[in-house]
């Protein structure tokens, strides 16, 4: 494809994907294919010989689409958002174009030195003080793929730590055991992450939560760490769920950094889906502590702030940690910049080495945002699921499971069995989609607000269509509780 065809073939695709979302609200939400539909929509071997660009662009109507489940309909509510805003969409297309490989400075100065300069906006907007600042050289923020990739990376510089700064094979050979805390309502990241190391899964101390608010109990935390420590284990580091996927529930994690300053633990915060509201001062109170005392802190873009899909944000306390413990210079990424120390190379920040020039998506979301539109598509989100609280409250067959948390709005309806057969039914529709959880053991409907294109009458529709379902499962029978 010649550049003028590109060109005549990009303006075709932007005006796919305009359609596309001008079309959504028309569409089911969630994909109505079966298994193997789309594969056998698919030739089995690729063309011998090349087709045209049009072609591919056909198909995107007739196989790609029925198979897509869509994360940017006004009336997705499954899961958390991964929202998509048209500027993101744009830069990440610009990156493509430029096919630039950011793995060390040398490499692209711009995707490393702007990548710097919009984690330190982001870091200012979140009011993270300075700690964690690139341009003061001690801390710094680099962006992962995801926010499980953020705290996998965490627990190696934490193990890094833990094992006095030497040993680089820490966890699986050396002998020693290692563990890791969290609450049961972690993101399950973590157990992942304790798997890979080498630390195991049974070295993962899964701790008590308060029944009501679902967060963190500090005095369950401290009992296991002691009966770690008295038993010749090493713990090593701590996570606070600021936001858990379930219910949205907020750890302490003032008391919870007590006790991992006391016991000199890594305490990482992972803040992937709540951590942005910390952008609107009234909600700033989600990460309280995190400024003075977390090693590390994990906030997605790509989840509520409007940056498409891949963009976790992840900041450190001491960058040495990271580097100490990744770090690892190969005869041919060998350079004079490098051997300078005036730069940053990502490399050592993560564990793969090549990256994408990510910092061009989120930089073009500050920019034609302003911190003014963030803070509103933010409040946006919280208002909307308010107004879905207020609906849910005002029906006595409902109740919330837990508080409202920010955009997050946890409820049920009678039984176990009638909450997820009125979920279910929601979700055949393709009106809307919504995701389930059990809450102390009781099964319960979350309804996560946060598209881009989200309006209230989307959350109108779907209370509507959710009344719908119940009214004809219950067929006039009373709510069993
Ligand atoms: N942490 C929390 C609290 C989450 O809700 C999620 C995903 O929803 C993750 C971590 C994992 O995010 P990622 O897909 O970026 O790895």
Known sequence: MSPDEFRRHGHQVIDWIADYWSSLADRPVLSQVAPGDVRAAVPSSPPASGESFDAVLADLDTVVLPGITHWQHPRFFAYFPANSAPAAVLADLVSSGLGAQGMIWSTSPAATELEQVVLDWFAELLDLGSAFRNADGVGGGVIQDTASTATMTALLAALHRASGGTARDVGVQDGRRYAVYASS???????????????????????????????????????????????????????????????????????????????????????????????????????????EYADSLVVNPHKWLLTTFDCSTFWVRDRSALTGALSILPEYLRNAATESGEVVDYRDWHPQLGRRFRALKLWSVFRTYGVEGLRAHIRSGVTLAQRFEELVQADPRFSLVVPRSLGLVTFAVGDDELTMAVMDEVNRSGTAYLTHTKVNGRAAMRLAVGGVWTQPEDVDTTWQAIQTATDSLLGGRAVRE
């Not at 369950?220 to 038993?231: F, I």
Request: glycine fraction near 8%.
């Open 185 to 291: 309502q972690a993101h399950s990241s973590l157990v992942k992450a304790a798997m890979m190391t080498g630390i195991g899964e049974h070295n993962v101390r899964l701790i008590d939560v308060d029944p009501e608010s679902q967060a963190m109990l500090p005095e369950a935390l401290e009992a296991a760490v002691r009966a770690d420590v008295e038993a010749g284990i090493i713990p090593t580091m701590v996570l606070s769920a600021v936001g858990t996927t379930s219910t949205g529930a907020v750890d302490p994690t003032r008391a919870i950094a007590q006790i991992a300053t006391m016991h000199g633990i890594w305490l990482h915060v992972d803040a992937a889906w709540a951590g942005v509201a910390a952008i609107c001062p009234e909600h700033r109170d989600v990460l309280d502590g995190v400024a």
